[in-house]
């Protein structure tokens, strides 16, 4: 059997990371068998889908890196690939189910249905379409259709026993058929259902396994029940847990990002993206938590598929983007924060300041504030930042005129200009932190930089000078009187 697997996105809005994480394990399973992993785009709903947001899931995905073997953008040989271009099948097929007695005519108004709903609330029933329909002759049915009614086509559904079947993930699962409603199918304006098309592209395409979030588990029976009428094969059935906040909800934008393009525009790699997601349902032998996804592929299957909820920690993506960057080269990573900053500015500077924020780059878009200092002539701070809570300001004046004194006269490379502020600081008998720390402020703005060795190399004997005068100035100043009321 060649492996055929599907990621079936809505172009309803942005495209959101959990398509991402289904779309790995899929892809990972069908390239790990030598199969094909199809892009599917489900653009039924007619008011919500837009080209821009399709555009947006192509993007996104190929960002990551989750390619596909077939698409609405590439072909393959079982399109079209957007449900919008195959309304025509879905109506023959359900239709089809009709005459075959497996489904039935429903014409229905919104009111009633409303009614029956009021009702069965009252009742504490669940709710569920009554069966009115169903139990009309069906040349009333077809009076009502004449006569311009306005009708849907639900499956027909049992009302006793129970629906079971296997999930790779979850083993032997089991819902009473009482429980299921007689689903649409086809819709007043002659659209299809996600239920109906789902089913239909995933036979028609040959899909041999659907691996999909675990919040499709309840609407399996149903997908059982058109295979079952049809006379098809079901596929292999896989539900994998859905992505969690750390209160164990479902994962909502009002609690963690789920945009792909926020993590693309925040500046996480796609790598370090896609390994997270990993980790989200998979573990790696000794579980080892850095690794490519050809090293995933290779250790993957999908009994092996943790069915917790994962719990998406921000924190621990932070701690996974940061492993990624460490280890790019510097001409690489200098590469990738063109478009966060870098690109405005001189290479050869970038060349060498990348190196010295590389350990402290959480995502790329903190290069702009980590580099700020290094840019510009003018630096926004308070004279208070540079004296220290032991020291006083004349001591503080006189760290500074002395470390210009001795600076100015340095060869302006790191290894001396360490070991001249170092023996300065014996001189004036203060520890090392108490010298460095108004010339770091002075020079940069700031309390907590890359060495100061490599940032006053990197700045320039000239700019470095030129603002520790501006400091000295700066606690020469009178202190500004508050303003009267």
């Known amino acids: 059997m060649t492996v055929r697997v599907r990621i079936a996105p809505s172009p309803t809005g942005d495209p959101h990371v959990g398509t991402a994480y289904v779309a790995l394990f899929n892809r990972t399973w069908a390239h790990k068998n030598g199969g094909q992993f199809l892009l599917r785009i489900e653009d039924t709903d007619r008011v919500r889908s837009t080209k821009e947001s399709e555009k947006m899931i192509f993007d996104s995905l190929g960002w990551l890196g989750l390619t596909w073997d077939e698409g609405p953008d590439i072909g393959g040989p079982f399109g079209p690939y957007r449900q919008s271009e195959r309304v025509e099948t879905y109506l023959k097929h359900a239709t089809g189910l009709v005459e075959k007695g497996a489904a039935y005519y429903c014409t229905c108004t919104a009111d009633r249905l409303e009614a ?9 029933l669940a709710p569920r379409y009554d069966g009115h329909c169903r139990n009309l002759p069906a040349t009333e049915v077809r009076k009502q259709i004449d006569a311009g009614a306005p009708w849907v086509i639900r499956l027909k559904v049992a009302s006793d026993g129970e629906c079971r079947f296997k999930d790779v993930v979850r083993g032997e699962v089991v819902f009473a058929w009482d429980q299921i409603d007689d689903q649409i199918l086809l819709k007043s304006d002659g659209w299809p259902t996600y239920h109906l098309a789902n089913v239909v592209d995933d036979h028609l395409m040959e899909i041999t396994h659907v691996i999909r979030a675990e919040e499709w588990i309840s609407s399996t029976p ?89 719990v998406f920690d ?18 690489e990573l200098a590469r990738r924060l063109g478009p966060f900053g870098a690109a405005g500015h001189d290479p050869a500077l970038v060349a060498r300041i990348v190196p010295l924020i590389q350990d402290r780059l959480r995502v790329l878009s903190d290069y702009k504030d980590l580099t700020a200092f290094f840019f510009g002539d003018a630096l926004a701070y308070e004279a208070a930042t540079l004296v ?27 290894a001396a200009l360490e070991t001249r502020l170092k023996e300065l600081a014996a001189t004036r008998n203060v520890k090392v932190g108490e010298l460095f720390m108004p010339v770091r402020v002075a020079v940069t703005g700031r309390t907590a930089t890359p060495p100061l060795d490599r940032t006053l190399e990197v700045l320039g004997r000239e700019r470095s000078l030129a603002r520790l005068d501006a400091a000295i100035a700066k606690l020469a100043a009178p202190a500004k009187a508050p303003e009267t009321p």
């Open 116 to 124: 029956v709903r009021k009702a069965q609330a009252a009742a504490k």
């Open 222 to 310: 149903k997908h059982i029940k058109l295979y079952e009428v049809f006379g098809w094969e079901p596929p292999v059935w896989c539900h994998v847990p859905l992505l969690r906040n750390k209160d164990r909800t479902k994962i909502s934008k009002r609690k963690n990002p789920t945009s792909l393009r926020w993590y693309e525009e925040q500046g996480y790699l796609p790598e370090a993206l896609v390994n997270f997601l990993a980790l989200m349902g998979f573990s790696m032998p000794e579980n080892r938590e850095i690794f490519t996804p050809a090293e995933m592929q290779e250790h993957f299957h999908i009994d092996r598929i943790n069915a917790g909820g994962p």
């Open 388 to 414: 220290g809570k032991k020291q006083t300001v004349p001591d503080v004046q006189g760290h500074l005129r002395a470390a210009r004194e001795t600076l100015a006269a340095t060869p302006w490379d790191a």
């Open 314 to 331: 921000m924190e621990k993506l932070d701690w996974v983007n940061g492993q990624y960057i460490r280890k790019l080269p510097a001409e």
